[in-house]
């Protein structure tokens, strides 16, 4: 399978812990993108990549997520001091660079906090 | 006011009924357009981008009028494996940062 993929596709976790989620792009794919995506509404951005250049973090929710692509490939979202308000999918998509070429999008990993 | 609006729906067509999706976009910079298909608990899949000319793909036709900020998607003929919820979606870029800004979806099932 070529297409995007993420690592875990679940995880239940307790209000507190860290958690960190994992995203591999199409492997010819130089942009990276982060959405979360709540019940009943759409996906919200959250980061972006170019190979590994974090071009656009103001929306990350807060100054407990941060996101890394160290070497322009794989990608980590990371979440300290889960809170229940952090229970969502948290989707990964990837592009090609050239204009405003389509994303494709990873089948999400959905966080339970309890 | 949120930055993509959509009628939430749900729409409940018939076989073979012909039903239209709006959509408002309140950044006048937007540079791009698209709806994307969800099915549940699925992730979202490109559908088309819509052009200031209006574009088909099939049964599928998109319009986007640029002066009223407004978006439109029209299914002819709807099938059941039409049902999903239905995102619009605009690409702004300021710089170098890109970002595409979903709406809620409106939601589509088309009953037998």
């Known amino acids: 399978d070529t297409g995007v993929s993420q690592d875990p596709r679940h995880k239940i976790t307790k209000r507190g812990q860290n958690v960190t989620f994992r995203c591999d792009p199409i492997?010819?794919?130089?942009?990276l993108y982060w959405y979360r995506q709540t019940l009943g509404q759409g996906p919200e951005f959250l980061t972006y990549?170019?190979?590994?250049?974090?071009?656009?973090k103001s929306r990350l929710l807060s100054d407990r997520f941060s996101a890394e692509r160290p070497k322009g490939s794989f990608s980590t979202l990371e979440i300290q001091r889960t809170e229940q308000g952090d229970s969502a999918m948290y989707l990964c998509?990837?592009?090609?660079?050239?204009?405003?070429?389509?994303?494709?999008f990873g089948p999400g990993t959905r966080l339970t906090v309890t | 006011r949120k930055e993509v609006e959509q009628d939430p729906g749900p729409f409940n067509v018939p076989e073979g009924a012909t039903v239209a999706f709006n959509c408002t976009y309140s950044?006048?910079?937007?540079?791009?357009f698209f709806w994307y298909r969800q099915d549940c608990r699925k992730e979202p899949k490109l559908l088309m981008s819509?052009?200031?000319s209006g574009n088909e793909d099939g049964r599928f036709t998109a319009q986007l009028n640029r002066a009223s900020q407004y978006i439109s998607l029209l299914i002819r003929d709807s099938k059941l494996s039409d049902s999903a919820t239905y995102l619009c979606?605009?690409?702004?870029?300021?710089?170098?940062?890109?970002?595409?800004?979903f709406g809620s979806g409106t939601q589509l099932t088309v009953l037998p």
């Open positions: 998509a990837s592009s090609f660079h050239l204009g405003l070429s389509e994303q494709y």
């Open positions: 492997s010819e794919h130089n942009r």
């Open positions: 990549f170019q190979n590994e250049a974090q071009l656009e």
């Open positions: 950044n006048s910079a937007s540079q791009s």
């Open positions: 819509v052009y200031s």
């Open positions: 979606v605009v690409n702004t870029i300021t710089g170098s940062a890109r970002q595409l800004t």
